[in-house]
Nanobody, 119 residues
């Protein structure tokens, strides 16, 4: 199994920056991709950014050019650098790992970290 621990949320003014971190432990060799999702009040959880084990990335249109997902393999950690933050970025952000526990494809989720963009 894979366990995820997130950190880095908080309150930031519009236009500010935050960096979220997600540390993975457990069966990390089985991870195929990691990503960040977010869920705002009254809305469905949505994909923000994703990075595969091969390094390919994809982003939600709403964050392209502002957010960057990256990873440090030595630390088993994925980061989400968020710049030019907007009030509509306010949400609980969840780290996700898609991994294989043969023959099953599974998902692991972090506990969530709150990001609030407000003046």
């Amino acid at each position: 199994q894979v366990q995820l621990v997130e950190s880095g949320g908080g309150l930031v003014q519009p236009g500010g920056s935050l960096r979220l971190s997600c540390a993975a432990s457990g069966s990390i060799f089985s991870i195929n991709a990691m990503g960040w999702y977010r869920q705002a009040p009254g809305k469905q959880r949505e994909l923000v950014a994703r990075i595969t084990s091969g390094g390919s990335t994809n982003y939600a249109d709403s964050v392209k050019g502002r957010f960057t997902i990256s990873r440090d393999n030595a630390k088993n950690t994925v980061y989400l650098q968020m710049n030019s933050l907007k009030p509509e970025d306010t949400a609980v952000y969840y780290c996700n790992a898609a991994y294989t526990s043969w023959p099953n494809a599974l998902d692991a989720w972090g506990q969530g970290t709150l990001v609030t963009i407000s003046s």
